[in-house]
């Protein structure tokens, strides 16, 4: 059975930097990967949703995990997206990851016809006994449209390589709650960590394991201000850390948070390029704003 | 500026016979595509949802249109679906298709990260610009999650490319009134299809001007006989021809179409493959239920 020990504290998701024909700027990514490093970061996920692992094919996501592993070269745990539309596919990228030497692997269920509950168990059960590597789950229903029963999280985490959770922000608000739901239905071992970085410190000082974070993927010292804060129980400091980050959870909830990393990404001099059409590059007026907001994270 | 004539009538959706590494069997599928062209379909539209586009990759989308094209030969029009996630790859597939001898394109937009109304105007717009061939917006949210406003629709209406739209059902029921909003607001040339079997009848009678049928895929005589009562304004006959496919609208509802699909073939002793995995086959006790419904329908 393999534990979620890299799946804890901060995890950070870099953009992919690419051309407009979806060719990874290696280079960039180095760049961009290599200051998550000696930030201090947990673990780095690339090609999660922020690292646009749904507009990128096989060979692309290959060179750019390529060029993470050389990059982190064993400082921290890697962890790389392997979702895809066919189980053919994620099995492939599976071993493509192990290969290339990532330290964990992301499944989101990617989906075009809805899935059923037992289509998802039997996709997640092939991509885990492709691999020796640990798997983190990727519930993420705004994006794959496919909701996970509580029975079906159970049953997953019961298979060997399913190390741990990744969640959204519950709609009842209620993490305590919910994590100790998750807690009592999975095995031992697993963790249980939360996307949505708006209700990453509510997450974390209710007991979550891990924050699957997009500012951390170019704002990381910010980001572990607030985790550190919150796993150490200091309320107070997490929540500060939180409404410090107030003005881009304002920006991410109108704009998207995939559209404002690139702006954020210009406003530091970092080459991102931009992002896959069909999705655009925000105007000006949203510049200046991410300007100001940065100018009060001080980070 | 392109007009919708392609686009009228019966438009029939075959599968795309493939291995579990998706693989697609041309000769399969030119059995499927020959027959639909005997029994008279006024169209073919190969790599649309029911064709598992999602599931395909460029080359095997390429292979699978090719044997489409060699089948049908110029005897009616044949139509390719491009949607993708990138604009670039859409471009590419809409490029691909124009070359290998398609008629017409079917353009659904694809989403991971949710789109704007103006991305999917700009994505059209930049696949409209890449091909002389006449474009149908492929409008089924249920699959794409991007729901088209009416003014996005006018919109579109005017690029020159732009001939037809592929409507769902109407939530509210109101065909007639949705087809007369559709007519005044798009401009004059541009027909109005819709897809949901279930409501083809009723959709055909209110005067749309093309049903885009899963179920004419595989039982094309049946589905001619509801779309030419329909189209030729015999209510009854319409509504009898409607009644004859009701099991199977019971099953699609239940199990999704495509699940169904592939059982039908199976009883036709069609050559098809299975659904790709994460899709599983339906178990047995489905198959009996469609036996059922075949016999009653005596295509």
Not at 21 to 40: C, F, H, S
Not at 124 to 144: D, K, R
Not at 262 to 284: C, D, M, N, V
Request: charged fraction near 15%; include cysteine; proline fraction near 6%.
């Amino acid at each position: 059975m393999s534990d979620g020990s890299i799946f804890r504290g901060l995890s950070a998701f870099p953009l992919t930097p690419a051309d407009a024909d979806g060719v990874v700027d290696t280079q960039a990514l180095a760049v961009m990967i290599d200051r998550l490093v000696v930030a201090g970061v947990d673990s780095i996920a690339v090609l999660g949703s922020t690292g646009t692992y749904a507009y990128l094919d096989r060979s692309q996501r290959s060179r750019a995990l390529a060029a993470a592993v050389e990059t982190v070269a064993g400082r921290i745990p890697l962890v790389a997206g392997i979702g895809a539309m066919r189980t053919s596919w994620v099995c492939e990228l599976a071993r493509d990851a192990e290969r290339l030497g990532a330290d964990g692997l992301l499944l989101a269920p990617v989906s075009y016809t809805p899935l059923t509950q037992d289509e998802v168990f039997t996709h997640f059960e092939a991509a885990a006994a492709t691999t020796g590597l640990p798997v983190c789950i990727y519930n993420n229903p705004s994006t794959t449209h496919f909701s996970f029963s509580p029975e079906l999280v159970a049953r997953l985490s019961e298979l060997a390589n399913i190390a741990a959770i990744k969640m959204p922000l519950p709609v009842t608000g209620d993490f305590e709650r919910e994590v100790g739901q998750l807690r009592s239905s999975c095995r031992d071992g697993m963790t249980i960590g939360y996307s949505g970085d708006s209700g990453a410190a509510s997450a974390l000082l209710a007991g979550a394991d891990a924050w699957y974070s997009v500012v951390a993927g170019l704002l990381p010292a910010a980001a572990l201000r607030l985790t550190r804060a919150a796993t150490g129980g200091d309320r107070a400091a997490a929540l500060a850390a939180h409404t410090a980050f107030e003005p881009f959870w304002s920006l991410f909830s109108v704009h998207g948070s995939l559209r404002v990393m690139y702006l954020i990404a210009e406003q530091l001099g970092l080459k991102a390029g931009s992002p896959p059409l069909p999705i655009q590059p925000l105007p000006g007026s949203v510049s200046a704003a991410v300007a100001e907001a940065l100018h009060g994270l001080k980070d």
